[in-house]
């Protein structure tokens, strides 16, 4: 099986950053790429920051912390962080421009052996690997946030993905403290088409009225054990990208997915979430201004 020593993550945005301090903790060498300088500088923060808080509440020794920023790198440009690299996992926004984009360039600066992977959390990654010259080598990882606290990985096996390259990428997800499970390519995954097709369905019961918001949220949490009910969720991840995330399932999968008309209602209202101030619910002192809500 591949050995990966080195890691390099492209993007250092939300996921990326949290990423990198799970690699380096895992004990990988890492290597923190991004366009943005800025958003360099303020990965570094952030990792150093929920790295001293994981002491204080004595989830490990000062020295594990120490030792994980230690094997953290920066670089400013995506040859550089990853031709060194054993694993390259790519983290930019989700739009299949840029993922094409970054993985032909990572295809032409990589070593043979190296494998690239892709965070997306509802692309192909068959389509992201076909513009490389070694789709077998390419996999979806797709870690959940935030990273460093959350404990699954999907692994999702693209159509040429190779049983080398899905073992090397369990084995990294274990020694970064995942739990791993392995998918097959496919639209949403197990994660993000569940989550769509409960949050839909408790959209089309408020519609009808069958309860208030607060009470299907309550019912799910008590008589589910969901830690979370799926109005607080949607409201968490943004009716917004709820709402391309349905869209993108109906297309795929079909009718059962249509997206709830009061969900696009809201959506059309500016109501997308806490980002917004205002989702299902309401949130005093989180609004962004007028514009910012329109924009989610
Ligand atoms: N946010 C989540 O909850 C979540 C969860 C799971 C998976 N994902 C997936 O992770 C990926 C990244 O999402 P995010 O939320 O971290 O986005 P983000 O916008 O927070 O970060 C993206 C980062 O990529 C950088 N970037 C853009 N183009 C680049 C390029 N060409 N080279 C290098 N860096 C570049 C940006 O400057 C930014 O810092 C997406 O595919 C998303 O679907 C997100």
Redesign the pocket.
Known sequence: MTQVQTIAV???????RGIAHTAALGGYRTIL????PT?LRKAEDEIRTNLDKAVELGKFSKATADGAFSRLEYASS?EQAAREADLVIE????EME?KI??FTLLDKVCRPGTILA?????LSVTEIASVTYRAPRCVGM????PVHKMKLLEVVRALETSDDTLAAAFEVGTRMGKEVVIIKESPGFITSRINAMIGNEAFYMLQEGVASARDIDKAIKLGLNHPMGPFEMVDLVGLDTRLHILEYLHKSLGEKFRPAPLLVQYVKAGRVGRKAGRGVYEYPGLEPGREGARKG
């Open positions: 492209i993007g250092a945005g939300i996921m990326g790429e991004d366009v943005l958003a995506v983290a930019v926004p989700e840029s984009e970054i892709s965070n997306t959390s509802s797709h870690f959940f946030n």
